[in-house]
């Protein structure tokens, strides 16, 4: 057992290290990797500078914000509708489809509507919906378990004692939910927020969300502190996700 | 009331995920010619696939195994954090450490099917762990006593008892891994420099060159139906564990 513990934590060391490796850089007053040139904060003032980076990352957030705001409301309610063992399959199936996926017919589908009807949503509606339609099962998954945990009896004694059905759904229902609001929200969050496949084909050309730039240098093999300094500060939602659901987990599980 | 909405935001769930397989019907309709891949390319994707596949599950397994015996909730919470963080920055972050690496030794990893797989495997290494150890976690603890009783010797029960009960879980880790791995595009075309070219490129190229709304979206839906094929195997095979 000694020997599987140093092993799992030399695993879990390799797994940080090219992340770390890049962070670190990203503090790096040098341009290449390799030398170490002490420590400045000049890549980040100089991402700061850049308005196209600015752009991006605030695309990103706003769709973001806006896509785990509609799928954690959205996935509670299919948390209702669907409260029977029955169908769960069939969201958690949509859950693990790989990445290309869906995202492509969906293009096509767009580009139907752009077609025939003359509206085009290529750009950032077409990137909202694209996004709820991956995260929402993802969501449900995640919100389903919370809500057969609000027994029938808390809500039967909140009608009977006279509580209307919004009051219950207020006072009784959400409080109960919160955290994994909460915790449904920040995952949703991250994972829009990082998202390259789903993105890149349902985008317009002029609406640049945060991991389309950082494609636009990795495709080609760049390594750019200013790049390292933009992907540093793309961590920060999904590391602060990983911490809330574990949090989360621990709680309810 | 609660209901009502509720079947309403579903039916627009429903028509978001059907907008599109009505587009494809669509285009199949109106005709075209459907671009198959050529037999070298899949035979490259399937390769890469089956080489992440078995080697993600070998370095997972005693992780795994140690996290269901011993292990604490930190030493879980860190080997899966990792699934949280975007695809397209583990791949950027491995490009920064392959330029390191073949400053420093020489190894060229970038542009090459072994940088692929490396990237390929510490992206799906988590969902090795995970599915693993949901198979060794549920593993009773009386016919490992009971092959110990009779004289066995500790790698004896684990070849023999341990390993073949935690099989199932093995399988559908591997069936999970390597269709994640069959429909991967960020990774082969980053770490790959496009030298490496699989399925996933391909329809990526349809789209992006070609302009092939039909061959792109029938061969991605195939890998989507592929996949949750897989899924519906894993998810029975953990269920089965639960009894």
């Known amino acids: 057992m000694r020997a ?8 879990i060391a390799a797994m940080y290290v090219p992340i770390g490796v890049m962070v670190v850089l990203s503090f790096n007053n040098s341009k290449l990797p390799y030398v170490w040139g002490g420590f400045t904060l000049r890549w980040y003032q100089a991402l700061f500078g850049w308005d196209l980076a600015w752009q991006a990352v605030l695309n990103s957030t706003v769709i973001a914000l806006a896509v785990a705001f509609a799928s954690t409301l959205l996935g509670l309610f ?9 169908y769960i399959a069939i969201s958690q199936g949509a859950v693990v489809m790989p990445e290309v996926s869906e995202a492509l017919a969906f293009a096509a589908a767009l580009s139907l509507l752009k077609d025939y009807a003359n ?30 945990y609000v027994g029938r009896s808390v809500v039967d004694a909140a009608r009977i004692l006279g509580a209307s059905e919004l009051r219950t759904m207020l006072s009784v229902i959400a409080p109960i939910l919160f955290p994994a609001f909460v915790a449904t929200f920040l995952i949703v969050f991250a994972n829009s927020f990082d998202t390259y496949i789903k993105t890149a084909f349902i985008t317009s050309p002029d609406f640049v969300t945060a991991p389309i730039l950082l494609w636009n240098y990795a495709a080609r093999g760049r390594g750019d502190p200013t790049i390292y300094a933009l992907a540093s500060i793309m961590l920060i939602p999904s590391l602060a996700a990983a911490v809330i659901y574990f949090r989360a987990v621990k709680r309810y599980g | 009331m609660i209901k009502k909405v509720a079947l309403v935001a579903f039916a627009a769930v ?27 390319m899949l035979a490259t994707t399937f390769m890469l696939a089956l080489v992440t596949a078995a080697i993600a599950i070998a370095l997972a397994y005693p992780a795994a195994y140690y996290l269901a015996k011993r292990g604490n909730e930190l030493e879980f919470a860190l080997l899966i954090a990792p699934l949280w963080v975007g695809t397209l920055l583990k791949a950027y972050s491995l490009l920064v450490v392959f330029s390191v690496v073949e400053r420093f030794t020489g190894i060229v990893l970038w542009g090459t099917a072994l940088g692929v797989v490396v990237g390929m495997v510490y992206e799906y290494f988590p969902y090795a762990v995970l599915t693993l150890y949901a198979a060794i976690e549920k593993l009773s603890e009386t016919p490992t006593q009971a092959a110990r009783v009779l004289g066995a010797s500790r790698a004896q029960t684990f070849l023999r008892v341990e390993l073949p009960l935690t099989m199932p879980g093995v399988v559908a880790a591997f069936i999970l891994i390597f269709l994640f791995a069959m429909g991967e595009v960020i990774m082969p075309a980053v770490l ?52």
């Open chain 2, 192 to 243: 790959g420099a496009w030298k490496v070219y699989t399925v996933g490129s391909y329809i990526w190229d349809l789209y992006f060159k070609a302009r092939d709304f039909l061959s792109g979206s029938v061969l991605s839906l195939l890998l989507a139906a592929l996949s949750l094929l897989a899924t519906y195997v894993v998810v029975k095979t953990i269920r089965s564990f639960s009894i």
């Open chain 2, 14 to 40: 429903v028509l978001l995920f059907y907008a599109p397989f009505l587009a494809l019907g669509y285009y199949m309709s109106g005709g075209g010619v459907l671009k198959l891949p050529s037999t070298s």
């Open chain 1, 119 to 148: 509206v085009n949503l290529f750009g950032p509606v077409g990137v909202f919906l694209a996004h709820l339609a991956y995260t929402l099962p993802m969501a449900h998954v995640l919100m389903s378990p919370y809500v057969s």
């Open chain 1, 4 to 11: 599987l513990k140093i092993y799992t934590w030399a695993l």
């Open chain 1, 78 to 86: 299919m948390a209702f509708a669907l409260r029977d063992d029955r």
